[in-house]
């Protein structure tokens, strides 16, 4: 049984930085896929990002060029990178891990806020 926990979500100016990590229990992180999902009151999840379990990546349009997925299969983190900011990012951020066997795992996510 994976365990996820978000990390790094906060307040900032449009135009900044964060930097979003997620960390997960048991054995197998490597062997996961991890997404990451943003979700805004009343509207439809979105996925945000991919990183396989050899490191492929994988972005929306919306964030391309802004955000950076990655992993650390040592430690068991995932992180996302998030630069430059706009205030349409702002979301509950979920990161999510998916293994071989295809059972899926969610943490309770992290708020960020990009506002002036």
């Known amino acids: 049984q994976e365990q996820l926990v978000e990390s790094g979500g906060g307040l900032v100016q449009p135009g900044g930085s964060l930097k979003l990590s997620c960390a997960a229990s048991?054995?197998?992180?490597?062997?996961?896929?991890m997404y990451w999902y943003r979700q805004e009151p009343r509207k439809e999840r979105e996925l945000v990002a991919i990183?396989?379990?050899?490191?492929?990546?994988h972005y929306a349009d919306s964030v391309k060029g802004r955000f950076t997925v990655s992993r650390d299969n040592n430690k068991n983190m995932a992180y996302l990178q998030m630069n430059n900011l706009k205030p349409e990012d702002t979301a509950i951020y979920y990161c999510?891990?998916?293994?071989?066997?295809?059972?899926?795992?969610w943490g309770p996510g992290t708020q960020v806020t990009v506002s002036a």
């Open positions: 999510s891990a998916r293994g071989p066997g295809g059972k899926e795992y």
């Open positions: 048991g054995r197998a992180f490597w062997a996961y896929v």
């Open positions: 990183i396989s379990a050899t490191n492929t990546e």
